[in-house]
């Protein structure tokens, strides 16, 4: 995680030379179930020990919001009232989540914000989500005396996506942010909101992520088109079915797929094969760790990844590549974390094969694209919160 130091410093020079209060909120990983969430699915994932922490003050005026993003060295200026809102894309999140936490009740007026971030960019780890929740946890504490609940803050940084960045997505990076912690993944029912938090140590094996360093862009990309693919694939099974409920995938079985098959054409029928494939792993992944099989986890995540890959369509040469690289070393699980379309793979490996596994994958990554893969140790740790 970040030092305080740091950011306040920057809070410090950048504004009136006083301090204010200072908030952080982590980035995630997800073990297995991938793109369930928006289909009323299950989720499994982790926060992690890299994210996002603001310095955040009140400044007195109406509705002006000063803030400064130190990484990019970028200060925008902006009001609450402008009915366009800043256009850099950093600030947006700033402004929108100030607009949907006023919506949940919160007075937020003017205040003023630096903030700095350790999550890699477009790398499958929920940078955006990590912002969201940590601007939402500050002007909860600072406007709202913190009444605004945990989940009413994933609301409003989902909402945050869809509304001011143009991307539709699900609630599990936002999720995990705000209720991670330290040690435990978690496995949420994204349809019911129940989640139970499973300690994740797995004897033996470590995980890692191995960042592409692919960019994935998921505002305006392909991934909402996913969506858009699921929700047609329900429509179509809610026409056969008038007298049932289907709201989601989550709500359709394998039978009622095949009946819409002809429908619904074969990019949307493998789309959404995936989707109710997906949901199984989870419930079987949670299984395998209850009983400490992790062999069958590592099993299943290879299983994702295909599906990722061949059937939703997600993937990309260079993921494909380090999943190959995985198996040829014999690490137990691999997969593309997160939306796709770049970004990392987590690897579920064995203690002793760590390093030559990661030799490996560096040595054939550079040779292949001129550039090794980053390397990231998974630490599960604590959701969002105040540090002084
Ligand atoms: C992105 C979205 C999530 C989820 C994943 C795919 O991270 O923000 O809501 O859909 O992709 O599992």
Not at 188 to 206: A, I, T
Not at 262 to 279: C, H, N, Q, W
């Amino acid at each position: 995680m970040m030092e305080v130091d740091f950011v306040r410093s920057r809070f410090i020079k950048h504004f009136d030379g006083k301090t204010g209060n200072v908030y952080a909120s982590p980035g995630r990983i997800n073990l297995i179930g991938e793109h369930t969430d928006y289909n009323g699915g299950f989720v499994f994932p982790g926060a992690v020990d890299k994210g996002v922490m603001a310095e955040m003050r009140v400044n007195g005026t109406e509705d002006t919001v000063m803030a400064y993003a130190i990484d990019l060295k970028d200060r925008v200026d902006f009001k609450l009232s402008d009915p366009n809102g800043p256009r850099a894309s950093w600030a947006r999140y700033i402004y929108g989540i100030a607009l949907e936490m006023r919506k949940l009740g919160v007075p937020v007026k003017g205040f003023n914000i630096a903030f700095a971030g350790d999550v890699p960019l477009g790398a499958g780890m929920s940078s955006s989500a990590a912002m969201e929740s940590c601007f939402a946890f500050g002007l909860n504490d600072l406007f709202g005396d913190n009444k605004v609940s945990q989940w009413d803050m994933v609301l409003a940084g989902q909402a945050t996506e869809h509304n001011y960045c143009g991307v539709n997505c699900g609630i599990m990076d936002q999720f995990a942010s705000v209720f991670g912690k330290a040690g435990c993944l978690m496995r949420l029912d994204c349809r019911s909101r129940e989640f139970q938090y499973f300690p994740f140590k797995p004897d033996g094996y470590r995980l890692v992520l191995l960042d592409s360093v692919v960019k994935h862009q998921l505002s305006g990309s392909p991934y909402n088109d996913r969506r858009n693919s699921c929700e047609k694939v329900v429509k179509c099974v809610q026409a056969k079915h008038p007298e049932g409920k289907f709201e989601t995938l989550r709500d359709c079985t394998w039978e009622q797929l095949d009946e819409v098959k002809d429908e619904i054409g074969a990019d949307d029928y493998r789309r959404a094969k995936f989707v109710l494939g997906e949901k199984d792993r989870v419930l079987a992944v949670c299984d395998a760790l209850t009983e400490g099989d992790y062999e069958k986890v590592g099993e299943l995540m290879y299983q994702t990844h295909e599906g990722l890959s061949k059937d939703y369509e997600v993937s990309c040469e260079e993921l494909d590549f380090l999943n190959q690289i995985a198996k040829e070393n014999g690490v137990t699980g691999s997969r593309i974390m997160g939306g796709g379309f770049g970004g990392c793979t987590i690897n579920l490996v064995r203690n002793d094969l760590y390093r030559k596994f990661i030799e490996d994958a560096k040595k054939r990554f550079n040779e292949k694209y001129g550039h090794e893969p980053k390397v990231y140790d998974v630490v599960i740790s604590d959701g969002s919160h105040k540090v002084c």
